[in-house]
């Protein structure tokens, strides 16, 4: 066999062989009190160490922007100001507009005329 072919016939028994086992394995059972408390235990971790690294980052970007603004008044370049960041507020999906007096009604043909034309002077 080529080195091609034998490398398409592994990889399909490959695939084959871990949908079968996958689809072998049962549902893993609902959580008991332990494993409530764990995964609240859990979660309340995972919150204080976002916590922490968001503390962290504060920390460490306070500390390079000091170390920037030093390093420009040696250097007798003039210190930008903090730009505030806003965060956008959501925004809510725009209305139509109101369609003019003339325009095709949603029903309408397209480029059917209006109801009544307007009259000639002359």
């Known amino acids: 066999m080529t080195k091609p072919i034998r490398s398409g016939i592994l990889a399909i028994a490959f695939v084959a062989g871990a949908s079968m086992a996958w689809a072998k394995?049962?549902?893993?059972?609902?959580?008991?009190?332990?494993?409530?408390a764990a995964a609240e235990e859990k979660k309340a971790k995972d919150a204080a160490a976002a916590e922490k690294a968001k503390a962290d980052l504060a920390a460490a970007t306070d500390k390079a922007i000091k170390?920037?603004?030093?390093?420009l008044k040696k250097a007798g370049?003039?210190?930008?100001?903090?730009?505030?960041?806003v965060a956008a507020a959501p925004t809510a999906p725009a209305a139509p507009a109101a369609a003019p007096a003339g325009a095709a009604k949603p029903g309408d043909k397209a480029g059917a005329?209006?109801?009544?034309?307007?009259?000639?002077?002359?």
């Open 25 to 36: 394995l049962p549902p893993p059972p609902p959580l008991d009190e332990k494993g409530k």
């Open 113 to 122: 005329a209006p109801a009544k034309a307007p009259e000639k002077k002359g």
């Open 67 to 71: 170390n920037r603004d030093g390093n």
């Open 77 to 85: 370049k003039p210190v930008p100001k903090a730009t505030p960041v």
